[in-house]
């Protein structure tokens, strides 16, 4: 008995997972870090993430640019700087 509840938790990661993975990479989700815990993770809805950062940002348009150019194309957990200036055209200034 123990050894089929095993493999039933390891059968509903795998498909969690991989459901997780197919929202991800529609865009649907996005995942975040939570601090430096790299286990601990949030998994949040595009719309929602949207919806937050143009509520709580002054409205400027380095932010817009931010959710309209940056969120649909990344999908990462963590943006790298030489992304941001290179492929998406942010400056130094911007990304401060």
Avoid: W, Y
Avoid at 23 to 30: H, I, S, W
Wanted: charged share 20%.
């Amino acid at each position: 008995m123990c050894q089929l509840s095993i493999a039933c938790t390891l059968n509903v990661r795998v498909t969690l997972f991989l459901f997780q993975n197919c929202l991800q990479a529609k865009g649907a989700v996005r995942i975040f870090k939570l601090g430096g815990e790299e286990a601990a993770l949030v998994v949040i809805s595009s719309d929602d993430l949207v919806n937050h950062i143009t509520q709580h940002c002054p409205r400027k348009p380095v932010i817009e640019r931010f959710v309209k150019e940056l969120i649909p194309k990344v999908q990462d957990v963590s943006i790298d700087k030489a992304l941001l200036q290179g492929d998406l055209g942010f400056t130094q200034q911007e990304i401060r």
